[in-house]
């Protein structure tokens, strides 16, 4: 399968514009062959709002306006896209990432883990499990930008039969560490493909890095911008690869597999509660 990732800038507040590029690059990666392509953390909408009422202002539900759009080129193209946007519901505000093919609206994903910055500073806290969602012939698992940092999220994704997981994001200088090696990190610790889109451009005086790449299960970086441009990348993933989690390096002599050999009867204090501060509540 081959799949593409935009490295995009994005104008905040200006969905028709968004939308509109979102669309027009799926047409072009879609020429190219590639049946899946992923787009930035909030790429629909913009991310470094000010205040909660002014992001629920461009916020929508999941199915709506923005992702009926988006399903009409999927339709047209025969592809699959993974858009980044907010999601109202009701009340509630999220940071979302929704996968979207040639039937509609597959199934979206509400940012777990949030940092005190942009937008995250006035979201909810997304409510629904890690789970992975079938597109043709490949198992994808949704995280989003500040998820990369908890290997937990990821392996939630690894253990319910991702063979990608795809990372939305919005990296500020800061980041590079994360695009640079915990990407990396995140696949080979599953036996997983992984994809990190980041935006570029300068929003609000936030600057972004770009860094954008597509690993495979082994840790090699199969595709990655090159700069802090507009830019497309692509990659060949095989399912079967990441379905192998058995690596035998010498047979009889040396072989792993990161999901059976866990212990996850010595990880009893991962699940408890915690009564550490985050930035978040500091400043509620």
Request: glycine letters at 8%; hydrophobic letters at 40%.
């Amino acid at each position: 399968m081959k799949i593409a990732g935009f490295q995009m800038d994005v104008a905040i507040g200006d969905v028709k514009q968004n939308v509109d590029r979102i669309s027009s690059v799926l047409r072009e990666t879609a020429r190219a062959r590639a049946e899946l392509t992923v787009f930035p953390e909030c790429a629909a909408t913009g991310y470094c709002f000010s205040s909660r009422a002014e992001a629920q202002e461009f916020a929508e539900p999941v199915p709506g306006p923005i992702t009926a759009e988006i399903a009409e080129v999927c339709r047209e193209t025969a592809a699959f896209a993974v858009i980044g946007m907010l999601e109202a519901d009701g009340e509630k505000l999220f940071n979302a990432a929704v996968l979207i093919g040639p039937e509609g609206v597959i199934g979206s994903y509400r940012k777990v883990h949030l940092p005190y910055l942009g937008v995250d500073m006035f979201t909810d806290y997304g409510d629904r499990p890690f789970a992975a969602l079938d597109a043709g012939p490949i198992r994808i698992g949704l995280n989003i930008c500040y998820d990369a940092s908890f290997p937990e999220a990821a392996r939630c994704l690894g253990l319910d039969g991702a063979d990608l997981i795809v990372l939305p994001t919005n990296w500020p200088p800061g980041s590079e560490c994360v695009a640079e090696h915990t990407i990396r990190s995140r696949a080979v610790e599953n036996g997983v493909y992984y994809a990190a889109v980041n935006r570029v451009g300068v929003e609000r005086e936030f600057r972004f890095i770009g860094m954008s790449s597509i690993c495979a299960p082994g840790g090699e970086v199969l595709a990655a911008t090159d700069g802090v441009d507009e830019q497309i990348i692509y990659a060949e993933i095989d399912p079967a690869r990441s379905r192998r989690k058995r690596v035998v390096r010498v047979a009889g002599k040396h072989e792993i597999d990161r999901l059976a050999d866990r212990r996850p009867e010595m990880y009893g204090q991962l699940t408890q509660p915690h009564n550490l501060s985050t930035p978040r509540a500091d400043h509620a």
